[in-house]
């Protein structure tokens, strides 16, 4: 883990470009995660999520 760690501030002293990728695709996959998390979550709870009706 320490080798990873040292790469990542190595290339975020050498290469801005790739930092910024790497934080991107971090964030996204995150965000991936969490948001399939959070429907697998509802499906075992019976909640629906797939349509929201809005009356007015």
Known sequence: ????????????????????????VTMSGLGLVLGSTI??????LGIKTNKIDIHH
Do not use: P, Q, S, Y
Request: glycine residues 4%; hydrophobic residues 55%; proline residues 0%.
């Open 39 to 44: 429907e697998l979550f509802f499906r075992i």
């Open 1 to 24: 883990m320490e080798n990873l760690f040292a790469w990542i501030t190595e290339l975020n002293k050498t290469d801005h470009t790739g930092f910024a990728i790497l934080t991107v």
